[in-house]
């Protein structure tokens, strides 16, 4: 096992991965931006270097400073998170090149899957389902408009490098193609810098399901079960679970399996999830590959009894998986709650600032990752989320009850959060009967904000009453 | 003055590293052009001014030598104490990083006030170095 890791990163990914490293006696560097002086990751590591001012691309994105940091302090490896340089392949590349080890795939493994029309195809070669579409990208539109015909309306015209729905557009109807897709072409190119797209089937109201897996460098890949992310807002997650009310125990073998067919396709080692969409009847179709650790992954950690960053720390140092199984079976259920700095009631509009007052919940199966604290200024500079709030129980409702309680205790003030919207859709009918898709969000938006205002109304009618 | 020559200070200013500037024109004429900066000094192992308060002007005494990188400190051909005179343009120390060497300059003439600094010491984003009061 390494003796000193260095972890690129920031927040409560930072944190979350000193108190493993703590626990198993391995010591932790820092690196922090001027902005970030007094974060809780600085004040818990045992050694902590600024690497540059607030901006991301001077300071968590500075590869040079980064490495320096590494080499001066001793360090053996480097955790890059999620997000900054966590699927930036050079960076695992240099990283590698420099003599250290990357707590994450081998560099050409991010590369393929990073590019979507790569992973596309890769994935049907491997047999894996994914929506049909075009085979790799298209840069004609009629050729594009043949494959929209030929796969039917409506369908998606997605960038190559893209994501977070950068370079997307859904096309509805034949006759507003050409307009759509020279549109997409337009923005993957100045988002990304690259203009190829491709076009693939628009699912209506589709399921997000997500599949943990991890692989050792001894060819063993295990899945750790499944992830339901359907409750989103733009393709932003706000609330995870595992296991997904829409998943059998049969259905659940048969996504595991097909994850470690895409998994062992490119010899993939270290975690990483596999992303499908799923429709109603059950069937499901490659979406993606995230080749880091995800946001939700407590989720998995709580059902499957096992500590990812552990597992990522022991398979980067070479030693094979402790996991006989290929599949984990989960153990009752846990949710996740993205707390994040964003006022609801104001379309989910970030809002920065003080954590005037700070009281997280307790109590038995209730989790808190974060690297927020009493006083805490939460900046501009980088996302807005505050905390992830992760429960268990023995059934689903169990889980839901824990969390709506959790929810209700959390005390957050100074800044306005995303819990008032949690504490809705955890107490919703349709997220309790376990039957819902990601327009669930669009869906009961505007029944939550009226629900809002009414109760904001009797509050103030109570204090005049008073 | 003219729009245009204040908009040349900005510009100046601003690719430089100042954050603000007072300029005497005459007498009862002063102008003084403040960016909208955090009132940080950027770092490029070069000396940069530091003003000495406002009421008196913008009299520059002291500068503070920083570092922008992150490496091993080392100093150049002499070990430098509070006391020594160092010229213009002078190499005081280098900062080595992976990948890098970089050098740490001085930018004006001036005796050494303090040393921040020794020989393999880890110098991070922002440390200060010296501090060197300037003729």
């Known amino acids: ?466 | 003055m003219e729009v245009e020559q204040i908009r040349r200070i900005y510009e100046a200013m601003d690719a430089n590293g100042f954050s603000n500037i007072e300029l005497e024109l005459g007498e009862d004429n002063k102008i003084r052009i403040q960016l909208d900066v955090p009132p940080v000094v950027t770092y490029t192992g070069e000396a940069l001014p530091v003003f000495a308060d406002e009421a008196n002007g913008p009299v520059r005494t002291q500068v503070e030598i920083r570092s922008d990188k992150v490496g091993f400190f080392s100093f150049a051909d002499r070990q430098l104490k509070v006391g020594d005179r160092i010229k213009k343009g002078e190499i005081l120390g280098s900062i080595k990083g992976i990948s890098f060497q970089d050098r740490v300059k001085c930018s004006l003439d001036g005796v050494i006030a303090s040393v921040e600094v020794e020989p393999g010491l880890i110098v991070d984003y922002g440390r200060l170095l010296f501090v060197v009061n300037i003729d």
């Not at chain 1, 560097?29 to 050694?47: F, G, I, P, R, T």
């Not at chain 1, 699927?87 to 090149?97: D, G, L």
């Not at chain 1, 009226?450 to 008073?466: D, H, I, P, R, Y």
């Open chain 1, 1 to 466: 096992m390494f003796s000193k890791i260095l972890i690129a990163n920031r927040g409560e990914i930072a944190v979350r991965i000193i108190r493993t490293c703590r626990r198993m006696g391995v010591k932790t560097v820092a690196v922090y931006s001027e902005a970030d002086q007094n974060s809780l990751h600085v004040k818990m590591a045992d050694e902590a270097y600024c690497i540059g001012p607030a901006r991301p691309d001077m300071s968590y994105l500075n590869i040079p400073n980064i490495l320096s940091v590494a080499h001066a302090s001793n360090c053996e490896a480097i955790h890059p998170g999620y997000g900054f340089l966590s699927e930036n392949p050079s960076f695992a590349e240099i990283v590698e090149k420099c003599g250290f080890v990357f707590i994450g795939p081998e560099y050409r493994a991010i590369e393929r899957m990073g590019q979507k029309s790569v992973a596309r195809d890769l994935m049907i070669r491997s047999g894996v389902p994914v929506m049909p579409g075009s085979q790799g990208s298209v840069e004609d539109v009629n050729e594009a408009l043949v494959i929209a015909r030929q796969i039917g309306f409506p369908v998606l015209v997605k960038a190559t490098s893209g994501g977070g729905g950068k370079g997307m557009r859904l096309v509805e109807r034949e006759e507003d193609f050409a307009k759509l897709f020279a549109m997409a072409q337009g923005e993957a190119e100045s988002s990304f810098a690259d203009k190829r797209v491709y076009v693939e089937k628009y699912m209506r109201n589709p399921r997000h399901i997500e599949v943990q897996i991890i692989g050792d460098r001894h060819g063993k890949v295990v899945a750790l079960g499944e992830r339901e992310c359907s409750i989103q807002r733009r393709h932003q997650k706000l609330i995870e679970e595992s296991p997904s009310p829409a998943v059998s125990p049969e259905l659940r073998r048969q996504l595991a399996e097909t994850a470690i067919k895409a998994a062992k396709a490119i010899n993939y080692h270290n975690a990483g999830t596999i992303e499908f969409l799923l429709d109603s009847d059950g069937k499901f179709f490659f979406m993606e590959m995230n080749t880091r650790l995800q946001v939700e992954h407590p989720v998995t950690e709580m059902v499957c009894n096992f500590d990812l960053v552990e597992l990522q720390l022991l398979v980067a140092a070479g030693e094979p998986l402790p996991i006989e199984a290929d599949l984990v079976e989960p153990h009752g259920w846990a949710i996740e709650c993205r707390i994040n700095a964003e006022d609801p009631a104001i379309g989910f509009v970030p809002c920065p600032g003080l954590i005037e007052k700070y009281l997280v919940p307790g109590g038995p199966w209730v989790r808190v990752d974060s690297a927020a604290y009493q006083g805490y200024l939460i900046s501009s500079n980088y996302d807005s989320m505050v905390a992830k709030l992760i429960v268990w129980g023995r059934t689903r409702n169990e889980a839901l009850d824990r969390m709506s309680a959790a929810l209700q205790e959390y005390e957050i003030k100074g800044i306005e959060t995303t819990i008032p919207f949690q504490l809705y859709v955890m107490n919703h009918p349709d997220f309790r009967s376990g039957n819902f898709s990601t327009s669930f969000v669009d869906k009961h938006f505007s029944a939550f904000l009226a629900e809002l205002n009414e109760n904001n109304s009797q509050e103030k009618a109570a204090v005049a009453g008073a």
